[in-house]
């Protein structure tokens, strides 16, 4: 089983800063979680990720506070976020104990009562005792960097703001250790994030695997997206290299046409989507070739049909270099098998070197195997697909236990009761 290893003071809860050191809340009546820390939780144990946090807390040897009143907040923690996992160090340096972080003392503890996998696990702190400590386990670590006026860490292997980032970064990533089997389909097949949150395109784009971007007007309104400039040159400030896909919005040819210069001219990494038609079912091949021959790298969209492929091949002939998205998930809605439209596609395309095929719209993970399984060149991945990537070949008896934890968890959590219907 893989874990989280969470501070918490700092991570789950905000610390009370002194002096730029942070400490403890006194009581759980002041306890205050993190914003996003709820949802970051529940994301990671329906990854499949076991929680456990692993606190110092010093301030029971001093004597400033009881062990009473850890356990205390530990309880209200427990209770909001679905933590049921809390090691706790009661001691201070000159105990010499070896549970006190920068020791790995309690995360090998952990991983001996519950089987843990450490080199497959992370430790998520604000610290450099926490970095410390996961390091010694064989753990990967993340850095959450508040700022604190002390000495920084050796080494993490990702350094973010906060949980909610850490989250979206180990979940994207973790699924990628060499010799699981989600590694082998990234090698055959390209997984292009497809959002338009920028937060979760900046912890994207520090994945090896995510191999670009794409977006386009329903993902960035959705997103709260109102300046289309302003969201594009933020993206670019994220990501120079590898290719990001923006979408004209117009529906006449030659508003289109000065749409993809500008956004063309952006930089060298945008492609820009073109759909195959306008919104009155009019072929958009002339505006195609017309940006071709002026070396507008294109990604045309919205494709649904062999007969469109043929013809946006035809139109894409003399590209240097483009993509076509034909809507797999879209074509799977109205009760027919995608596959064939897909391999049908690379049969055409496949005469053009110059030209990739897109799996779009997927609706589950498994069209990324099946992506990978005929060739395809590359496929588009939304966050929520992106958090179960890591569950490939997983033992399914295994993962109907963790389901029936997670069911009976929750219900905890919520307090829910059945009282007798007389009472």
Same mark, same amino acid.
């Given at each position: 089983?893989?874990?989280?290893?969470?501070?918490?003071?700092?991570?789950?809860?905000?610390?009370?800063?002194?002096?730029?050191?942070?400490?403890?809340?006194?009581?759980?009546?002041?306890?205050?979680?993190?914003?996003?820390?709820?949802?970051?939780?529940?994301?990671?144990?329906?990854?499949?990720?076991?929680?456990?946090?692993?606190?110092?807390?010093?301030?029971?040897?001093?004597?400033?506070?009881?062990?009473?009143?850890?356990?205390?907040?530990?309880?209200?923690?427990?209770?909001?976020?679905?933590?049921?996992?809390?090691?706790?160090?009661?001691?201070?340096?000159?105990?010499?104990?070896?549970?006190?972080?920068?020791?790995?003392?309690?995360?090998?503890?952990?991983?001996?009562?519950?089987?843990?996998?450490?080199?497959?696990?992370?430790?998520?702190?604000?610290?450099?005792?926490?970095?410390?400590?996961?390091?010694?386990?064989?753990?990967?670590?993340?850095?959450?960097?508040?700022?604190?006026?002390?000495?920084?860490?050796?080494?993490?292997?990702?350094?973010?703001?906060?949980?909610?980032?850490?989250?979206?970064?180990?979940?994207?990533?973790?699924?990628?250790?060499?010799?699981?089997?989600?590694?082998?389909?990234?090698?055959? !097949? /390209? +997984?292009?994030?497809?959002?338009?949150?920028?937060?979760?395109? &900046? *912890? @994207?784009? =520090?994945?090896? $695997?995510?191999? %670009?971007?794409?977006?386009?007007?329903?993902?960035?309104?959705?997103?709260?997206?109102?300046?289309?400039?302003?969201?594009?040159?933020?993206?670019?400030?994220?990501?120079?290299?590898?290719?990001?896909?923006?979408?004209?919005?117009?529906?006449?040819?030659?508003?289109?046409?000065?749409?993809?210069?500008?956004?063309?001219?952006?930089?060298?990494?945008?492609? !820009? /989507? +073109?759909?195959?038609?306008?919104?009155?079912?009019?072929?958009? &091949? *002339? @505006?195609? =070739?017309?940006? $071709?021959?002026? %070396?507008?790298?294109?990604?045309?969209?919205?494709?649904?049909?062999?007969?469109?492929?043929?013809?946006?091949?035809?139109?894409?002939?003399?590209?240097?270099?483009?993509?076509?998205?034909?809507?797999?998930?879209?074509?799977?809605?109205?009760?027919?098998?995608?596959?064939?439209?897909?391999?049908?596609?690379?049969?055409?395309?496949?005469?053009?070197?110059?030209?990739?095929?897109?799996?779009?719209?997927?609706?589950?993970?498994?069209?990324?195997?099946?992506?990978?399984?005929?060739?395809?060149?590359?496929?588009?991945?939304?966050?929520?697909?992106?958090?179960?990537?890591?569950?490939?070949?997983?033992?399914?008896?295994?993962?109907?236990?963790?389901?029936?934890?997670?069911?009976?968890?929750?219900?905890?959590?919520?307090?829910?009761?059945?009282?007798?219907?007389?009472?």
């Amino acid at each position: 089983m893989r874990a989280i290893f969470l501070d918490r003071d700092g991570i789950l809860n905000a610390a009370v800063v002194r002096q730029g050191r942070p400490h403890p809340p006194g009581a759980a009546a002041t306890l205050e979680i993190l914003p996003g820390v709820e949802d970051a939780c529940r994301r990671l144990r329906n990854a499949g990720f076991l929680l456990v946090c692993v606190t110092n807390q010093p301030d029971i040897a001093r004597g400033t506070t009881t062990r009473s009143a850890v356990d205390a907040i530990n309880a209200a923690l427990g209770a909001s976020l679905g933590i049921r996992n809390f090691v706790v160090c009661p001691h201070d340096d000159a105990d010499r104990c070896d549970c006190r972080k920068p020791l790995p003392g309690m995360l090998l503890a952990a991983a001996a009562e519950h089987a843990i996998d450490l080199p497959g696990s992370v430790m998520v702190g604000d610290r450099w005792r926490d970095v410390a400590a996961g390091r010694a386990a064989g753990c990967r670590t993340v850095f959450v960097d508040h700022g604190y006026a002390e000495e920084r860490p050796s080494r993490p292997d990702f350094i973010c703001r906060g949980l909610a980032e850490a989250a979206e970064w180990i979940i994207a990533g973790m699924a990628w250790r060499e010799g699981e089997q989600p590694m082998t389909v990234a090698e055959r !097949v /390209k +997984i292009f994030a497809d959002g338009a949150d920028i937060q979760g395109i &900046a *912890a @994207l784009a =520090r994945n090896p $695997v995510i191999k %670009g971007f794409t977006t386009n007007p329903t993902l960035m309104r959705a997103a709260g997206v109102t300046d289309y400039l302003q969201f594009a040159r933020a993206v670019l400030s994220i990501e120079r290299s590898r290719p990001i896909s923006f979408e004209v919005f117009a529906d006449e040819p030659d508003e289109m046409h000065r749409q993809a210069i500008l956004l063309s001219g952006l930089s060298a990494n945008v492609y !820009v /989507k +073109i759909p195959v038609t306008n919104t009155r079912g009019e072929s958009c &091949a *002339a @505006l195609i =070739r017309s940006l $071709v021959a002026e %070396g507008v790298r294109l990604n045309v969209t919205a494709l649904l049909t062999l007969p469109q492929v043929l013809t946006v091949a035809d139109a894409l002939r003399d590209s240097a270099h483009a993509f076509i998205s034909v809507f797999a998930g879209r074509i799977a809605d109205t009760g027919r098998d995608p596959l064939p439209v897909m391999q049908g596609a690379l049969d055409i395309i496949g005469r053009q070197h110059e030209l990739e095929l897109i799996w779009a719209s997927p609706r589950e993970v498994y069209n990324i195997y099946q992506a990978a399984a005929i060739g395809c060149h590359a496929i588009t991945v939304s966050s929520d697909l992106l958090m179960k990537l890591n569950l490939g070949g997983k033992d399914l008896d295994e993962f109907s236990l963790e389901t029936v934890r997670m069911f009976h968890a929750d219900a905890a959590a919520a307090g829910y009761r059945l009282s007798d219907a007389n009472g």
